[in-house]
């Protein structure tokens, strides 16, 4: 027996249901189809004892197998995520027996996203199904953002400001489970999702769909196994808390998979044979194909050659040494992974050091402007921070809108809305083009370069090809009373700065046959 799919109730206002469709319902490509079955008869322990499995077939014949998860009562539901138009077949089967169910729905066009990914023609680059770009605007925030004890009101006025600033991913640091230390998790009840309690599941799902619908990316911080949290540790339990999380949260489009963190290799308080047991096994049981990988200590990224890992999650270089920071992101790239930058540019927190003597770095705007654009020629995803102390205080933390510090925020929105008005996603970093300048391109057709108050510098390119180009100022490029054209240049000449002193961002695309933008 079928229920209507409308029988969980939210535990906010509105529809946080957006993209939801049900037997019967035309629903919209990667949007979310739902099921729900009774059980004949009660379970000892559902979550253990009975198992759901369904099965669906594509208007092209593909068959996909998926499994359902217990709601509460004698309710079972199941979901999936078409990715074809035209007409879907279901059916649905509970161990040992008994109840079945199947049937037909239609999916048409809308304007769900694809989920996330990563973008295969160019993968340094985060994607959308693959073969859409998409440029992550990152910001993290702490632990709060989930909990029932955070008024709804603050969550929707905080949201509506991360829109109108073009934030569209979501560091989370308590997500699936909260990490219980004094001045982080510890008082803010945030779902707990283990033990498994379906209720604090729906909860959690009611926020998680709002960011869906307001077309936001979660990077989880902690992880699925967090730091200081609830999380089984017993792999058979491990187990049946993935496989259920994943059963009820793998068709969402919008989550980039993290094994554990923060820094589970910095006691170590999760061996690395532990991680990548775990990495293997969401890996296994998620069926949706979530971009995965883990939250690293400072330093090196050790895990950016594994074989399970689709983006590299790096702490650092936390440095105003801009050459620092080039050299640490060139050293931790993966040419066929994306970089998310984590912990990277953190205002106002005490473990961003200036100096190894200096307690903390108090960035200037100067910095974040020269920052900002390192890592965004470094082909990174930046995760920002505006903090007050550590991870946890100031706007990131608190998520009190009074104490942000719009400036940075304006900042970093200027840099990435150029970024986005170029084809960023055909370019990569080129390493050792100038010793006093940061480059991203694609040979012989477009680049971008940074320059910090440099009065002259050569582009060691690998053409000799003719260029024409623009001069924009750093800290407001596209501004066009602030741009300078550069009528012509010729790779491996020497340029020069309209201005010295200025930092400056120079725009060069191939001579005549391309426009400059």
């Not at 998680?208 to 077309?215: G, Q």
């Not at 984590?342 to 200037?364: A, F, K, S, V």
């Not at 990569?428 to 440099?454: K, M, W």
Request: net charge negative; charged share 25%; hydrophobic share 35%.
């Amino acid at each position: 027996m079928l229920f209507p799919v409308n029988t969980i109730s939210a535990s906010g206002p509105g529809d946080w249901r957006i993209g939801f469709g049900g037997p019967g319902d035309r629903i919209s490509r990667h949007g979310i189809f739902e099921g729900a079955i009774r059980h004949p008869t009660p379970a000892g322990d559902p979550f253990r004892d009975v198992r759901l499995t369904t099965c669906f077939e594509s208007p092209s014949g593909r068959i996909r197998y998926f499994r359902g998860f217990y709601d509460g009562d004698d309710c079972w539901r199941f979901r999936y995520r078409p990715d074809e138009l035209g007409g879907w077949r279901y059916s649905a089967w509970f161990s040992g027996g008994g109840t079945r169910c199947s049937g037909t729905f239609e999916v048409v066009e809308g304007d769900i996203p694809a989920p996330i990914s990563v973008f295969r023609p160019n993968p340094i680059w985060f994607g959308q199904g693959g073969e859409h770009p998409f440029y992550p605007r990152g910001l993290h925030i702490g632990d709060r953002f989930f909990a029932a004890n955070w008024p709804h009101e603050k969550r929707a006025a905080f949201l509506d400001y991360v829109q109108r600033q073009g934030y569209n991913l979501l560091s989370v640091a308590s997500h699936f489970l909260n990490r219980t230390s004094e001045g982080r998790g510890l008082g803010w009840e945030t779902p707990d999702l283990w033990p498994l309690n379906p209720s604090e599941y729906t909860r959690m799902e009611s926020i998680l769909a709002d960011l869906a619908a307001r077309r936001i990316v979660v990077f989880p911080f902690g992880g699925f196994f967090g730091r200081d949290s609830n999380y089984p540790r017993e792999p058979a339990d491990q187990e049946l808390y993935l496989s259920y999380t994943l059963a009820r949260i793998g068709p969402y489009w919008n989550i980039l998979f993290n094994v554990a963190g923060p820094e589970p290799n910095l006691v170590p308080w999760m061996e690395a044979e532990e991680v990548e047991r775990l990495a293997r096994l969401i890996r296994r049981l998620d069926g949706f194909n979530h971009p995965i990988s883990v939250h690293n200590k400072t330093g090196d990224d050790e895990y950016k050659h594994a074989d399970w890992t689709d983006f590299s999650t790096l702490q650092g270089p936390k440095t105003v040494d801009r050459k620092q920071l080039w050299r640490g992101l060139r050293q931790n790239r993966n040419s066929a992974k994306p970089l998310l930058a984590q912990e990277t540019l953190w205002t106002g927190n005490m473990y961003h050091l200036r100096e190894p003597w200096q307690p903390r770095n108090d960035y200037t705007e100067e910095d974040v402007v020269r920052n900002g654009w390192v890592l965004a020629l470094a082909g990174t995803a930046l995760c920002y921070g505006d903090n007050n102390g550590n991870s946890s205080s100031g706007f990131s933390g608190t998520l009190e809108l009074s104490e942000r510090n719009q400036r940075f925020h304006d900042i970093l929105k200027r840099i990435w809305d150029f970024m986005e008005q170029v084809p960023y996603y055909r370019m990569r970093p080129i390493h050792d083009a100038a010793s006093d300048a940061y480059v991203l391109g694609e040979p012989g057709v477009e680049y971008l370069v940074f320059f910090e108050s440099a009065e002259e510098t050569t582009l060691a390119l690998a053409d000799s090809t003719h260029y024409r180009g623009r001069w924009h100022r750093a800290e407001c490029p596209g501004v066009p009373e602030y741009a300078v054209v550069l009528d012509h240049y010729r790779a491996g000449e020497p340029l020069h700065p309209p201005e010295a002193g200025r930092d400056w961002l120079l725009h060069l695309n191939r001579h005549p046959k391309v426009e400059i933008k």
